[in-house]
Nanobody, 114 residues
């Protein structure tokens, strides 16, 4: 009965910043993986960034601009997004693997526009 709740999305101007949060709750065991994906209108869902206990990965277009990190509680992941571009506009989804189970959050809208 795990739930993932994203927050922090909104409207931001090009060049601006946002920090997204994904908080996991419920019957959590063996948290193996948490990551952020995004889906823009008319496009496939794509990986943005991922984190385990010992490593992080980023899509090439995100490197140097986005940072994924664990919160101190270790059931929450942040995605710090800097130097945002209009092409970053999408619904951002949190994904997590707990043991053999996979969960998705409901998504949070990020719109980059002047």
């Amino acid at each position: 009965q795990v739930q993932l709740v994203e927050s922090g999305g909104g409207l931001v101007q090009p060049g601006g910043s946002l920090r997204l949060s994904c908080a996991a709750s419920g019957n959590i065991f063996r948290l193996n993986f948490m990551g952020w994906y995004r889906q823009a209108p008319g496009k496939q869902r794509e990986l943005v960034a991922a984190i385990t206990s010992g490593s992080t990965d980023y899509a090439d277009s995100m490197k140097g601009r986005f940072t994924i990190s664990w919160a101190n509680a270790k059931n929450t992941v942040y995605l710090q997004m800097n130097s945002l571009k209009p092409e970053d506009t999408a619904v951002y989804y949190c994904n997590a693997h707990f043991g053999l189970a996979e969960y998705w959050g409901q998504g949070t809208q990020v719109t980059v526009s002047s």
